[in-house]
């Protein structure tokens, strides 16, 4: 059979639509990821029982497979009395596991300031919310986001799991294609193209990020080290 | 009035401030000077609050700084300029200068941001406000640090080596501005090595040796050969200086002469 294209046409309003839902899990998943991981980023490198429990969730959830987590939400909290649907609960479980690896990378990007900077900001009043907030956050997001955006990509990529609790997301809905038209060639294909298109979305918007956080000259603040202008931003 | 009552300071064994004691009152310029690890960083630093206190007791206008809420109060009233600037480096220079007046005094922006610039003019940057800091050379970001802690319009500014990180030349163009500083009445405590700077800036002189308080005299009396110069501690001290002391002053040879 030749490479036929026009084979998927009956099936793409359906294909489109796995792969608009799976955007929109992974939109939310990641929105949620980012906000976990700053929130758990921070927390982390402080001491006390804040800081440990923090690591303790960062701990646990690297060390459990995404689709343990997965049944585990889906399958084992209705057990307790806790319905989530397909949808949200792939917003969930993206959201916790990409917390916990994006936390450690918040993490070494706020150890890696000068303390000096924060101490300025302290001696001159600001609030800890304030601190964390307008500088110890940006400082640390400017050398952090790249290998965020690698944990991003990675959550659309495990999203695919998600078919595996009924939720009609693209990778799911292509293998249904692909057994009712015998055309997994350019049914995968399309899926290839799918995620490819997917992960160039997400490595944009990082890329944009990035230029904004670095659109000054890397100094005294997390980025030490850098080769001399490569930080310089272009916005 | 910043006053010290017998602060002392330790980092595990080792006893760093062992029992200091020091007033600053309004008005005057009071110049800290002691060999390197002596602490006068430290005592700084205990201060502004960046550390805990061992024993004694700071008050900065009568407020405590071992507790927070009077923390919070007192850093309204004292600035620090730092030896490495400390410059918020994704802020604009401006930015820099305006973030605290705003937060933390709650002054609105554009009457904050006018001040910025009059600053900015008055120690010459009045073309970089919108520069960041890693555009600036090291001089021009000490003066940035110094506008940002004025634009508190602070009662206490606290100085520790803001001139060491600098070459000669960016050295004299700080040490300008702090002197005009000096002479409008700005009270300072000030850690510096520029022996000849600050016997020409200061109303007192403390020397600081081991961590102990050992000389707390005017500046003239400090330099007097029955003051402090009769301490061979000091004696000592200003002739390790002599050789680096030329920017600002007569060289310390003919102090000592
Ligand atoms: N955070 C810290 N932990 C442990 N020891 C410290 C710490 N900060 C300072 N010290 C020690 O305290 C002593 C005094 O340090 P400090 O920085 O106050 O000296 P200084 O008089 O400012 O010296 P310099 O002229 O070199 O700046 C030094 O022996 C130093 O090693
Ligand atoms: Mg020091």
């Known amino acids: 059979m030749p490479f036929d294209l026009t084979v998927l046409t009956p099936h793409l309003d359906t294909l489109l639509a796995g792969a608009l839902l799976t955007a929109g899990v992974c939109a939310l998943g990641i929105a949620a990821a980012f906000a976990l991981a700053t929130a758990l980023g921070v927390l982390a490198v402080g001491g006390g029982w804040a800081g440990r ?91 952090a986001i790249r290998p965020l955006g690698s944990v991003f990509v990675n959550l659309v990529l495990s999203s695919s799991i998600l078919s595996m609790i009924t939720l009609d997301e693209v990778t799911g809905t292509a293998r249904g294609v692909a057994s009712e038209t015998y055309r997994p060639f350019e049914v995968y294909a399309f899926l290839l193209a799918a995620y490819a298109g997917l992960t160039y979305a997400v490595s944009l918007g990082i890329d944009a990020l990035h230029r904004r956080l670095n659109r000054h000259m890397a100094d005294n603040g997390a980025a030490r080290g850098a080769a001399p202008g490569a930080m310089e931003g272009t916005a | 009035m910043i006053a010290v009552e017998g602060v002392v300071k330790r980092f595990g064994a080792h006893t760093v401030l062992g029992g200091v004691s020091l007033t600053v009152a309004p008005g005057e310029v009071v110049t800290i000077l002691g060999s390197s690890g002596s602490g006068k960083s430290t005592l700084i630093r205990c201060i502004n609050g960046l ?42 220079v401006l930015r820099n200068i305006t973030l605290a007046p705003e937060l933390v005094l709650r002054r609105p922006k554009n009457e904050v941001e006018a001040q910025a610039r009059a600053l900015l003019a008055s120690v010459g940057l009045a073309g970089k406000a919108d520069s960041y800091p890693g555009q600036l050379s090291g001089g021009q970001r000490q003066r940035v640090g110094i506008c940002r802690a004025l634009a508190m319009n602070p009662r206490y500014l606290l100085l520790d080596e803001v001139t060491s990180a600098l070459d000669p030349e960016m050295t004299a163009e700080v040490l300008a501005i702090l002197a005009r500083l000096a002479t409008q009445g700005t009270t300072m405590l000030f850690v510096t090595h520029e022996v000849e700077f600050a016997r020409r800036i200061s109303t007192r002189i403390v020397f600081l040796d081991q961590g102990r308080l050992i000389v707390d005299l005017p500046t003239d009396q400090f330099f007097a050969a029955d003051g402090g110069l009769a301490h061979p501690r000091i004696r000592q001290f200003l002739s390790k200086m002599a ?15």
């Open chain 2, 51 to 92: 550390e805990t206190l061992d024993g004694g007791r700071v008050t900065v206008d009568g407020l405590d700084v071992a507790d927070p809420r009077q923390l919070a109060q007192a850093r309204r009233l004292s600035a620090t300029v730092f030896q490495l600037f400390n410059l918020y480096p994704h802020m604009t």
């Open chain 1, 53 to 143: 429990l923090a690591r303790l969730y960062v701990d646990v959830f690297r060390n459990v497979p995404f689709v343990v987590q997965v049944f585990f939400l889906f399958y084992g909290l209705p057990e307790v009395g806790v319905y989530i649907d397909a949808f949200w609960t792939g917003v969930l479980a993206l959201g916790l596991v990409g917390g916990a690896y994006g936390s450690d990378v918040v993490r070494s990007g706020i150890l890696a300031i000068e303390p000096g900077v924060v101490e300025a900001a302290k001696v001159g009043g600001l609030s800890r919310p304030a601190i964390i907030r307008r500088i110890v956050l940006p400082i640390a997001l400017r050398t």
């Open chain 2, 243 to 257: 050789p680096s002391s030329t920017v600002a002053g007569a060289p310390v040879s003919e102090i000592l002469a």
